[in-house]
């Protein structure tokens, strides 16, 4: 069973930057696609970014296009969001999982990283 654990949350003020981190468990990590969601209070989860098993194609929400970037290292099982130019509006609980295009692959899902930005 894959584990996932997230990390690199925060408090920042808007216009301000975080780096996510999700470390995964499993052989199969480096043929996998990878992606990033989130889930703001009284919201559902929404797709926020993925990745494909190379790296070499990204994909984003309109939301977050041109300020987030989504990476992967095969070599450490670990997949990154890099945020720049945050918003009020991505202040949520932020998760990875395995990704078949937005949407989550896994039904188990890691402990998330929470994501606040004052405005």
């Known amino acids: 069973q894959v584990q996932l654990v997230e990390s690199g949350g925060g408090l920042v003020q808007a216009g301000g930057s975080l780096r996510l981190s999700c470390a995964a468990s499993g052989r199969t990590f480096s043929s996998t696609v990878m992606g990033w969601f989130r889930q703001a209070p009284g919201k ?60 989550p692959l896994y039904n188990s899902w890691g402990q998330g990283t929470q994501v606040t930005v004052s405005s």
Request: contains cysteine; hydrophobic residues 30%.
């Open 44 to 103: 559902e989860r929404e797709f926020v970014a993925s990745i494909s098993w190379s790296g070499s194609g990204t994909y984003y929400a309109d939301s977050v296009k041109g300020r987030f970037t989504i990476s992967r290292d095969n070599a450490k099982n670990t997949v990154y969001l890099q945020m720049n130019s945050l918003k009020p509006e991505d202040t949520a609980v932020y998760y990875c999982n395995a990704a078949a295009g937005t949407t």
